[in-house]
T-cell receptor, first 117, second 114 residues
Framework: GAGVSQSPRYKVTKRGQDVALRCDPI?????LYWYRQALGQGPEFLTY????????KSGLPNDRFSAERPEGSISTLTIQRTEQRDSAMYRC???????????????FGPGTRLTVT | GENVEQHPSTLSVQEGDSAVIKCTYS??????FPWYKQELGKRPQLIID?????GEKKDQRIAVTLNKTAKHFSLHITETQPEDSAVYFC?????????????FGKGTMLLVSP
């Protein structure tokens, strides 16, 4: 079946602009994660959704970052007033896991490469 | 929070040799340890994982071992092939309340020469 998809794949924006990054998880996956991956590093956790509920946002670096998943499927990560240090690959991952149905595996999307000039 | 250290950062082997990548973690409550393979320009792909209730798991040419006492785990690849060349990431997490946030190591670039 179709894997996790993300759009856009590449985004170049000027400092100070807002950007919205989209993630479409694997059908039926109720858990959705956002990670940020700097060049040459492993992914770093940003936030987690269980269905539409944002249950963990401990990894969001500051209040310019926000995320939503209003219908429990597609998610959007929004960065306001972008800064050059926000440049990175932003990846989402999805998992079948729920509280009553443990599933450890997370499957990653292709990512959105964000460049802030 | 959790901290994962991964070694070596680069590993070069000849085709047919074995490769071993090692990781240590800090949070004794971590109970899930996946390994991801990331080819250049591609997404991380889950290749094998282990939970804290087992000490070893094998899948064809790859195996993972876990030592909970020492808080380290390793990836073993036997009979390496050029297509094994990639960056490998280990991760650790504590599965709780239906989810787990992965903490990744910095990655190991494996180069397999024909």
């Amino acid at each position: 079946g179709a894997g996790v998809s993300q759009s856009p794949r590449y985004k170049v924006t000027k400092r100070g602009q807002d950007v919205a990054l989209r993630c479409d998880p694997i059908s039926g996956h109720v858990s959705l994660y956002w990670y940020r991956q700097a060049l040459g590093q492993g992914p770093e956790f940003l936030t987690y959704f269980n269905y539409e509920a944002q249950q963990d946002k401990s990894g969001l670096p500051n209040d310019r970052f926000s995320a939503e998943r209003p219908e429990g499927s597609i998610s959007t990560l929004t960065i306001q007033r972008t800064e050059q240090r926000d440049s990175a690959m932003y990846r989402c991952a999805s998992s079948l896991a729920t509280g009553s149905r443990p599933s450890y595996e997370q499957y990653f999307g292709p990512g959105t490469r964000l460049t802030v000039t | 929070g959790e901290n994962v250290e991964q070694h070596p950062s680069t590993l070069s082997v000849q085709e047919g040799d074995s490769a071993v990548i090692k990781c240590t973690y800090s949070d004794s409550a971590s109970n899930y340890f996946p390994w991801y393979k990331q080819e250049l320009g591609k997404r991380p792909q889950l290749i094998i994982d282990i939970r804290s209730n087992v000490g070893e798991k094998k899948d064809q040419r790859i195996a993972v071992t876990l030592n909970k006492t020492a808080k380290h785990f390793s990836l073993h690849i036997t009979e390496t092939q050029p297509e094994d060349s990639a960056v490998y990431f280990c991760a650790a997490s504590r599965y709780r309340s239906g989810y787990s946030t992965l903490t990744f190591g910095k990655g190991t670039m494996l180069l397999v020469s024909p």
